[in-house]
């Protein structure tokens, strides 16, 4: 997601400098800066044990770019029959196949939302590949766009979990209500209505701290990431229950989140101006001091 203006920047930068942040709970390493072509990275995945498949958001050209786990840029493929609309999370199954949400929808006007299934295996040696597309749409919006109470159908996070893709929705709604759903498609080839699974509240500070930019899941946790925290739910029978959050550093533009098959949390952060970044951090818990320590 790209910040809308300079002066959007500079008000944003102004308006936090307002905030007392409270202490750290995290440990965030510093694994690598970005290449420059990367530095609006908006997905992030394990394709297997040891490499990292990512993506640039809107606007950029339909390429994925494959890291080892020093963050290192080893590999970089050109989709070719698709259009980066708005890509703004990847997935993957675990089996060698990847998923490209183009599920950015801003203004909430978007009717040709999808997701691109590409076959992954093979994929280091190859300079192109092509997709498939799983196209849907929300049963629940009416209206493109809706009113500005209602704008609840952008999406930055896409997760894969038992044979389906879970997405959860960015809020952008006018006054701003902390609300976050979580929609499922199915990862076959097709046109669906995605089904809505339940809903959350992130949080009442709007979009530059409760707006919910990437996901993940791995051994029955879901990790949503936020532009200062990890949010932790268990998944019980499709529902969500609230664990735990992992507070980061700094404000940053985060906006992609990987697990490891061990449960390394790995994040990433566009590269901006004002607000630095452009760069694959690895993140480890710190446990909360009580008041005496």
Known sequence: MKLRSNFSSFIFIVFLAGFPFSSVFAQRKTLAELPKKLKEISGLAFLNDTVMVCMNDSGNDPE?????????????????????????????????????????????????????????????????????????????????????????????????????????????????????????????VGTYKAKKLSDLYIGKNG??????????????????????????????????????KISLETISQYESIAVSPTGKIYVADERNKLLGGGKIYIVKEKKEKKDGD
């Open 207 to 244: 979009w530059w701290k409760d707006a919910v930019t990437g996901a993940e899941i791995r051994n029955k946790k879901c990790y949503l990431v936020t532009y200062n925290r990890i949010l932790i739910y268990t998944i019980q029978d499709d529902k969500l229950k609230y664990d735990r």
């Open 64 to 188: 994925l770019f494959f890291l080892n786990l020093n963050g290192e840029q080893i590999h970089k493929v050109t989709v070719e029959n698709a259009t980066n609309r708005d890509w703004e999370d990847i997935t993957t199954d675990g089996k060698g196949t990847i998923y490209v949400g183009d599920i950015g929808n801003n203004d909430n006007s978007r009717t040709d939302l999808c997701v691109y299934k590409i076959n992954g295996k093979g994929i280091l040696k190859k300079e192109t590949v092509k997709a498939e597309k799983i196209s849907f749409s929300y049963p629940d919006q009416k209206e493109f766009p809706p009113e500005l109470k209602n704008l609840h159908f952008d999406s930055e996070a896409m997760a894969f979990n038992n044979d389906s893709l879970y997405i959860y929705t960015k809020c952008r709604a006018e006054p701003w209500d902390g609300k976050c759903f979580c929609y499922v498609i199915p990862t076959k």
